[in-house]
């Protein structure tokens, strides 16, 4: 399985209110699966995937379900796999399931372009950042 596309369709980030206890969730959903066509391969095929990122910033000081702030992603990928890779994600597709050992590489690789560029937007929206950010600390002389 190998990434020979990837593109963003929607980027977009909204921050309704602002509060000082917040809670990140964030989620991959798959939106659609489907074989392409593309002349170049001639062994394998082509599996175009949309999916949805989505990270939800809920105040937790009240106990309503609304999100004061959020951050999508949508986008495509484009994977060259096997014709039996191919035909397992259709099937698997037909559930609505993605196969297992497709799911943590989509998931890494999606989380890999979009978290850079959630990290720019939270910046620019005042919003705390969804993933730890490694900072230094000085040590004491002994």
């Known amino acids: ?4 596309g990837f593109n963003f369709t929607k980027i977009q980030g909204n921050k309704e209110k602002h509060s000082k206890q917040i809670n990140v969730d964030a989620k991959i959903e798959f939106q659609d699966i489907s074989k392409e066509k593309l002349d170049l391969l001639k062994d394998t095929e082509a599996v175009k995937l949309r999916f949805t990122h989505i990270l939800n910033y809920k ?3 009240t106990k309503k379900e609304d999100f004061m702030a959020q951050i999508l992603f949508e986008g495509a990928i484009t994977l060259n796999v096997s014709k039996e890779e191919s035909k397992d994600i259709i099937k698997s597709w037909k559930k609505k399931k993605i196969p297992k050992n497709a799911t943590v ?8 372009k979009c978290a850079p560029k959630a990290l720019q937007l939270q ?4 919003l705390p950042s969804h993933i730890r950010i490694p900072s230094l600390t000085r040590q004491s002389n002994q």
């Not at 399985?1 to 020979?4: C, L």
């Not at 989509?106 to 890999?112: A, D, E």
């Open 105 to 112: 590489f989509l998931y890494n690789f999606i989380l890999r």
């Open 1 to 4: 399985m190998q990434v020979i």
């Open 123 to 126: 910046d620019e929206l005042g």
């Open 59 to 61: 105040d937790v000081s």
